[in-house]
């Protein structure tokens, strides 16, 4: 598998989703209400692994991490076709893509123990972070895995067919810390070679 990871598929995921998307837009649903509906998509999923037993807790967290990857997928395809697209918009959807990611790994506060959770949260967050932090730099957005956002839900719904919550929560946490790694070096090389003599982009302050 190449470093793209399953993001590879998302042109593949986007066309399945062709004819929910052409009803969106014509209803005039808005882009932040289909974030949203991503949000509460990865809430019901983390619930569903706190709270039922493996496996019975694996069809209904694998049917809405579906549906929370589906949101994460049509609120900018919608927001892009209707003409609709803000900053603001932009600045909901990231923050609801990182909610997303948080609510849904929340769910194994149930099941391993609170360092290796609260690590696991951390971690899944660092890719992220490093692609934000280098478009800001003025460097294009990196995704992919090998533990990206889709690779996360692959395994937690791994973990709540098979009850390996541990061992599942474990290679999350070391898979997006290595994605994270691996993202900082591909940004580092695309701005050595934009720019071999200094730096670009201004400083991201917060």
């Known amino acids: ?14 066309a399945r989703l062709t004819f929910v998307r052409v009803v969106l837009v014509r209803r005039g649903v808005s882009p932040n209400t289909i ?21 019975v807790a694996a069809l209904p967290v694998t049917l809405l991490l579906v549906a929370r990857l589906a949101a994460a997928n ?11 697209q803000t900053r603001w918009g932009a600045v909901l959807n ?13 769910g194994l506060l149930a099941h391993v123990s609170l360092p290796l959770a609260l690590g696991v949260l951390l971690a899944a967050s660092m890719p992220s972070w490093v692609s934000l932090a280098g478009a800001a730099a003025g460097t294009r957005r990196i995704n992919g895995g090998p533990v990206g956002k889709t690779e996360r839900c692959l395994l937690v719904a791994l973990a709540a067919a098979t009850g ?18 691996l993202r900082m070096v591909r940004l580092a090389r695309e701005h050595e070679i934009a720019a071999p003599t200094g730096r670009t982009g201004q400083p991201v302050r917060g």
């Open 35 to 55: 974030s949203l509906a991503g949000i509460l998509f990865a809430a019901g999923a983390g619930l569903s692994l706190a709270l039922l037993p493996a496996p």
């Open 1 to 14: 598998m190449s470093s793209a990871g399953l993001y590879s598929l998302k042109a593949w995921f986007a």
């Open 74 to 84: 049509l609120d900018g395809s919608v927001a892009r076709e209707s003409g609709r």
């Open 94 to 106: 990231e923050f609801g893509d990182r909610a997303a990611d948080l609510l849904v790994l929340a």
């Open 164 to 181: 390996w919550y541990t061992a599942f929560a474990v290679v999350v946490l070391a898979g997006s810390v290595v994605t994270g790694l």
